[in-house]
T-cell receptor, first 110, second 113 residues
Framework: TQLLEQSPQFLSIQEGENLTVYCNSS?????LQWYRQEPGEGPVLLVT?????EVKKLKRLTFQFGDARKDSSLHITAAQPGDTGLYLC??????????FGAGTRLFVKA | ETGVTQTPRHLVMGMTNKKSLKCEQH?????MYWYKQSAKKPLELMFV???????ENNSVPSRFSPECPNSSHLFLHLHTLQPEDSALYLC????????????FGPGTRLTVL
């Protein structure tokens, strides 16, 4: 069974703090996506990474794909209350299957 | 209308009812997906259609019946559901090429009484 382990599961921090979320697997992914989901809504795509070692930045969010394409991290600098939500990583292994992590629920307090 | 839309957004049904969920994508994609999202569990892939043919069927009970009449529309027909089927049902679409990034609709929150 292919798994994508995401950590931490829950994170509560103060506004202005930095944080990192991790996704790890023993599987190699052809691409990996990060999504953010708010209650009662569908996941919204943040970024897709494809190349091993790739780093992408989206304002205060930095995404990194591991050299071996088995893991990824999301780093948020100076978190704001608007960053609150469920962050999901998803790895594509080929064909039509995508493996999702269980999610990291982030709460940023003002 | 842009992106992926789903109707209804909320649905409450009894175990003997028959209902259908609808998904429509306006992205020009040629693959569509149904996922089930339950509390504290990863998204579970239910069905995948590529070029209107079903290519994945992940051991889903027969009380869930998908239909893909064209590349823009996807339905999930529901009958004689169980309370444990209550969940958020998400539709997604992607292009069958490149990174195959999936784009999600807002979901249908289903409650089975």
């Amino acid at each position: 069974t292919q798994l994508l382990e995401q950590s931490p599961q829950f994170l509560s921090i103060q506004e202005g703090e930095n944080l990192t979320v991790y996704c790890n697997s023993s599987s190699v992914f052809s691409s990996l996506q990060w999504y953010r989901q708010e209650p009662g809504e569908g996941p919204v795509l943040l970024v897709t990474v494809v190349t091993g070692g790739e780093v992408k930045k989206l304002k205060r969010l930095t995404f990194q794909f591991g050299d071996a394409r088995k893991d990824s991290s999301l780093h948020i600098t100076a978190a704001q209350p608007g960053d609150t939500g469920l962050y999901l990583c998803a790895g594509r292994t080929g064909g039509f299957k995508t493996i999702f992590g269980a999610g990291t629920r982030l709460f940023v307090k003002a | 209308e842009t992106g992926v839309t789903q109707t209804p957004r909320h649905l409450v049904m009894g175990m003997t009812n028959k209902k259908s969920l609808k998904c429509e994508q306006h992205l020009g994609h040629n693959a569509m997906y149904w996922y089930k999202q339950s509390a504290k569990k990863p998204l579970e892939l239910m069905f995948v259609y590529s070029l209107e043919e079903r290519v994945e069927n992940n051991s889903v009970p027969s009380r869930f019946s998908p239909e893909c009449p064209n590349s823009s529309h996807l339905f999930l027909h529901l009958h004689t559901l169980q309370p444990e089927d209550s969940a958020l049902y998400l539709c997604a679409s992607s292009q069958v090429s490149g990174t195959d990034t999936q784009y999600f609709g807002p979901g249908t929150r289903l409650t089975v009484l």
